[in-house]
């Protein structure tokens, strides 16, 4: 009989399902950076003048910048010349209906289990579907435009909402932040926009689904989603890419708003290709995420189940302004083989009386390395601030390896911070009890997984809980009791 | 239907020998108790009949229906209809504990080609049985055995134990930890279950649990072996005697 160790490598040897690739003709601009390669992108974009000039701006601010090293996860130095800024596949125009999509591009998302269609199982979910450099289609425009939500392109709302995007892009998560946020702010193609009107609910899970297709090219995409006062969102975000052996490059910025009592729930299922057992290829992931509840009694919360990616570095975050104000982050990490994820989360608390809460779940086998890096700042004027922090580990094997680092500063002395860690394993008795109950090892090991994750499972929306808990092994035939 | 012939164990990376040539036959219906002292290896021959990983067979042979169990994964052996309620059984966090049950009994039916059943069948039975032993509602929707007492946890065993209707039900000091009311209530679940086509073995270190499970064979396991095999009358006597004394005159 197999070890608790054993199962899980088995399980991590089997190959990756969305490895295909699709042989789509695309237009890709040369490798390499430089003024004329965002001009280019610009060019593409058709670009307003100030979007142009934002560009270009972040591209002089990325070449001061180093690419930070604090991190704890290694990788053979990242040549930036040798990325794809741009590939889009070769379409004069954007399709006007879902009827015009390409087939072979349609038949990729059939395949990855979502049909670009308005149907049925999708019946709850809106879907922008952003393949390599652009988005290729949004179901349920209409429909949300009767409730004035706007959800499409942000190359889009670019032309068409340009106030709103002139307003916000950069608002949170500004061109020059870091390395790789300014790297994004140069050369980002597209994303997803989301603006909310005030007093309204959106009806519906809204949704993108990120597929990088051709070969050496970087993501580089942005998403922007304002909930405007008193209004409430949730967002999903999925992810794939096809087996290579090289390495690629996925640098995307997201942002959030939230005005007085709006809500956003962004959750992410994120299951990009992790490389393979030895550590061949995979995707870097070196991601910002970052929300302000800018409003009264606003709330962010950020939900995320990672199980792809060479390396991630991750950290969706909270700035707390409004008084009152909830941040929330509820993390599964599981690294696996030689994958190394070094996430976590930052809540800034400025406001007065803002919560904050963080249960983060990592879970480490085979080789690799997971760190759990989380800041909780509590400003001067954060009177009566609160946090709770809580980060478990579980340890799979003995050569792996799980390290927490929680960084907690507080100005104000009413503010209070808790945090709470503890590491377990999955032990050869609890798998001996649930196979002697008639429960396969493999089944095992993903009850066990989930059950570990629970909190943070019951926080996605059903739409992805039922991928996610998949993900971790385990189909869900409805629970009892 | 089951049939145990000198039958040899060892752990510690097959350095310890425990079991040294045990033979033990149970046919359908029969009840058999096996008694012995600390140490002498109850427990090692309930996880070898379970399929438990580092309890090697040096010797002999154990055969279930018509199957070499020991050439079954512990999963194949819950199939075939074997159960052991564990002398510690384990928590599992974050699993609730009906969730859990379900997936055990859907697994069991899948593996023997028997439709699902449906939530609320379940949910039906699973209440009719967990009331009948003494296992509170509140139980259920907890995670498996998570902050449960020594008695909740071996309730919790036989509930599963007569939710899942093994063909060889295996109890490892089910008693120990019980208090007298509860000892009744689950001896009252286990005898619920004997039947002429169920056969079992029922572990246990006092007498006391066989006055409400009455066996029909009383085993002595000592030095590897069954030392000494009786009716009922042996359990008393030994309760009276010892094992020293007992088995002094065996030997
Ligand atoms: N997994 C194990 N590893 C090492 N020694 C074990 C293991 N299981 C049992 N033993 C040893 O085998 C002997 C029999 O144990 P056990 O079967 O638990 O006895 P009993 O249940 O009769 O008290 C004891 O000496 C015990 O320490
Ligand atoms: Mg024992």
């Known amino acids: 009989m197999a070890t608790a160790l054993e199962t899980v490598q088995d399980y991590a040897a089997k190959a990756y399902k969305y490895g295909f690739s699709t042989a789509i003709e695309s237009d890709m601009a040369p490798k390499g950076l430089n003024e004329d390669i965002v001009r280019l992108i610009s060019a593409k974009k058709n670009d307003p003048e100030w979007l142009a000039e934002w560009r270009l701006e972040a591209f002089r601010r990325w070449l001061t910048m180093e690419e930070p090293t604090w991190q704890k996860v290694h990788y053979p130095p990242i040549d930036y010349q040798d990325v794809h800024y741009y590939a889009a596949p070769k379409i004069k125009e954007r399709p006007k209906s879902?009827?015009?999509?390409?087939?072979?591009?349609r038949s990729t998302y059939d395949k990855l289990g979502i049909p670009i269609k308005e149907q049925e199982i999708l019946a709850g979910v809106a879907v922008d579907y952003v393949w390599d450099s652009v988005s290729v289609a949004t179901t349920f425009r209409a429909k949300l435009h009767e409730l004035g939500i706007i959800f499409c392109s942000i190359s889009e709302a670019v032309h068409d909402h340009p106030e709103l995007v002139r307003k916000y892009l950069g608002s949170v998560v500004p061109a020059g932040d870091n390395f790789f946020a300014a790297l994004n702010a140069a050369v980002f193609t597209d994303g997803s926009f989301v603006y909310v009107p005030k007093g309204v609910r959106c009806p519906m899970e809204l949704s993108t689904y990120f597929r990088i297709n051709e070969m050496n090219t970087g993501q580089f995409e942005r998403t922007l989603i304002i909930a405007d006062e008193g209004s409430y969102v949730s967002y999903l975000e999925g992810c794939t890419a096809?087996?290579?052996?090289?390495?690629?490059?996925h640098a995307a910025v997201v942002e959030l708003i939230a005005h007085d009592d709006a809500e956003i729930k962004y959750s992410t299922v994120q299951n990009w290709y992790p490389g393979n057992a030895e550590g061949k290829g995979g995707i870097y992931n070196f991601v910002t995420k970052r929300g302000a509840c800018r409003g009264k009694r606003s709330k962010i919360s950020w939900t995320q189940v990672e199980t792809g990616s060479a390396i991630t570095w991750k950290y969706p975050s909270c700035i707390l302004q409004g008084d009152d104000s909830v941040g929330e982050f509820y993390s599964v990490a599981v690294t696996n083989n030689a994958q190394q994820a070094d996430t976590g989360t930052k809540m800034i608390h400025i406001?007065?009386?803002?919560?904050?809460?963080?249960?983060?779940?990592?879970?480490?086998?085979?080789?690799?390395?997971?760190?759990?890096?989380?800041?909780?700042?509590?400003?001067?004027?954060?009177?009566?601030?609160?946090n709770h922090t809580q980060c478990d580990s579980m340890l799979i094997g003995d050569k792996c390896g799980a390290h927490t680092v929680p960084y907690i500063e507080i100005k104000n002395r009413t503010a209070q911070a808790e945090h709470e860690a503890t590491t377990s394993k999955i032990s050869d008795d609890q798998l001996f009890y649930c196979r002697s109950r008639g429960i396969a090892e493999e089944d095992a090991v993903a009850l066990i997984v989930n059950g570990f994750c629970r909190e943070v499972m019951n926080e996605l929306p059903?739409?992805?809980a039922v991928e996610a808990r998949k993900l971790l092994g385990i189909s869900l035939e409805g629970s009892v009791g | 239907m089951l049939k145990i012939t000198d039958l040899h164990v060892a752990v510690d990376g097959g350095s310890k020998p425990v079991l040294k040539g045990l033979t033990l036959e149970v046919k359908p219906g029969e009840v058999h108790a096996i008694m012995g002292p600390n140490g002498s290896g109850k427990s090692t021959l309930s996880y070898v009949l379970a399929g438990r990983d580092g309890y090697a067979v040096t010797g002999g042979s154990v055969r279930f229906q018509d199957a070499d169990l020991l050439e079954l994964e512990p999963e194949e052996r819950a199939a075939a209809g074997i159960f052991l309620a564990m002398q510690y059984p384990v928590e599992i966090p974050g699993v609730a504990?009906?969730?859990?049950?379900?997936?055990?009994?859907?697994?069991?039916?899948?593996?023997r080609g028997e439709p699902e059943v449906?939530?609320?069948?379940?949910?039906?039975?699973?209440?009719?049985?967990?009331?009948?032993?003494?296992?509170?509602?509140e139980l259920l929707k907890r995670d498996v055995n998570a902050g449960f007492s020594g008695g909740e946890k071996k309730r919790n065993e036989i509930l599963q134990m007569v939710m899942l209707e093994p063909k060889l039900c295996v109890l490892?000091?089910?008693?120990?930890?019980?208090?007298?009311?509860?000892?009744?209530?689950?001896?009252?679940?286990?005898?619920?279950?004997?039947?002429?086509?169920?056969?079992?073995?029922?572990?246990?270190?006092?007498?006391?649990?066989l006055d409400y499970i009455v066996p029909d064979f009383v085993h002595i396991l000592a030095d590897g072996r069954i030392r000494k095999t009786g009716g009922k009358e042996l359990a008393l006597a030994l309760e009276e005697q010892g094992y020293e004394h007992l088995l002094g005159e065996a030997a």
């Open chain 1, 98 to 105: 879902l009827d015009e999509i390409d087939p072979e591009i």
């Open chain 1, 242 to 249: 096809p087996q290579r052996d090289e390495n690629q490059l």
């Open chain 1, 351 to 386: 406001g007065k009386r803002t919560r904050s809460r963080i249960v983060s779940k990592g879970i480490s086998a085979g080789r690799a390395d997971q760190t759990y890096r989380g800041l909780v700042r509590m400003q001067k004027g954060a009177e009566g601030a609160r």
């Open chain 1, 462 to 464: 059903m739409e992805f």
């Open chain 2, 97 to 111: 504990n009906n969730y859990f049950l379900r997936q055990s009994l859907n697994a069991l039916r899948r593996a």
């Open chain 2, 118 to 137: 449906s939530a609320a069948e379940f949910i039906k039975k699973l209440k009719a049985v967990a009331e009948r032993v003494g296992v509170d509602p």
């Open chain 2, 172 to 209: 490892d000091e089910t008693d120990s930890g019980l208090d007298i009311d509860a000892l009744k209530t689950v001896a009252d679940g286990v005898n619920s279950l004997r039947s002429p086509d169920r056969g079992m073995i029922v572990i246990t270190h006092y007498q006391r649990l």
